[in-house]
């Protein structure tokens, strides 16, 4: 599994289980690292106490700074997230360096933290705390505390995985528009049409309510579009454990 918005396919006669992606969960605060070392133009750097621009943290006269916040420790999807998006960031600071960068100013990421899944308190707490950022880049599967960075005035740019913790947020810029949870969605139909299935499941993680929602928008489409589809939901569960310990056969009844 790459992805908790990876679709789950099984053949005609089994069930197909569509699994959608976790949301704003829980909060919980521990230790939390964060590492700085020289790398290519664009990378890590170790920031000096320079005199900020107007007052604006992580802007000086050379250089805008920013800090990324994501999971990689305990990833139940087993996916590159952090490590994929500081890299894809940093590549994208080196082009635009090369170019003269922003106003002058070079891009560069200076602060690196892993929440470890579960500390996305405590990794905000710290950019907040040091308060030598500009903004922050987030790429976390439970961003508990996207509302405590808003807050502090710290602009983020995230994976818009998380609906509900963008929602009413003005300094969070997703990558891609937010999905409509309530809508309902023909490419759950296709999806199951291209599987040769009639008999649908729809699965969500019991700790997330996008989740369960999505679950739900999963249902409504199916039902919408029975008349034309001949495609039924047999089977429900919105409850399951973040990262489906037990793996997916479970719920497939056969």
């Known amino acids: ?35 700085s070392s020289d790398d290519a133009d ?3 750097t170790t920031a000096a106490p320079d005199q900020t621009v107007n007052g604006a943290p ?37 082009f635009r360096n090369s170019t003269g960068g922003v106003h002058g100013r070079r891009l560069t990421v200076t602060t690196e933290i892993d929440d470890a899944l579960g500390q996305n308190q405590q990794g905000a707490l710290q950019i907040i ?35 509900q913790a963008m929602a009413g947020q003005d300094s969070i810029f997703g990558n891609a528009g937010v999905t409509c949870l309530e809508c309902t969605n023909r490419t759950f139909t296709y999806a199951a049409e291209l599987a040769g299935a009639k008999k649908i499941g729809a699965l969500g993680y019991g700790v997330s309510e996008s989740s369960k929602r999505c679950a739900s ?13 001949d495609q039924e939901v047999v089977y429900k569960n919105d409850d399951l454990a973040f990262g489906l310990p037990n793996g997916i056969g479970p719920e497939a009844p056969r």
């Open 1 to 35: 599994m790459n992805h908790p918005d990876e679709e789950v396919r099984y053949p005609p006669t089994r069930l197909l289980g569509l699994l959608m992606a976790p949301g704003l969960a829980f909060t919980a605060c521990s230790s939390s690292s964060s590492s």
């Open 42 to 44: 664009g990378g890590e």
């Open 58 to 94: 992580g802007v000086t006269q050379d250089e805008i700074r920013f800090s990324v916040l994501g999971t990689k420790t305990n990833n139940p999807t087993g996916s590159c997230m952090l490590d994929c998006f500081s890299r894809g960031i940093k590549a994208c600071f080196a």
């Open 129 to 163: 705390t040091k308060n030598d950022t500009f903004a922050d880049f987030g790429a976390a599967q439970l961003p508990a505390c996207w509302g405590d960075l808003a807050k502090a005035g710290v602009p983020q740019y995230v994976w818009a995985i998380q609906p």
């Open 217 to 229: 928008t999963i249902t409504d489409a199916i039902e919408l579009y029975h008349d034309q589809t």
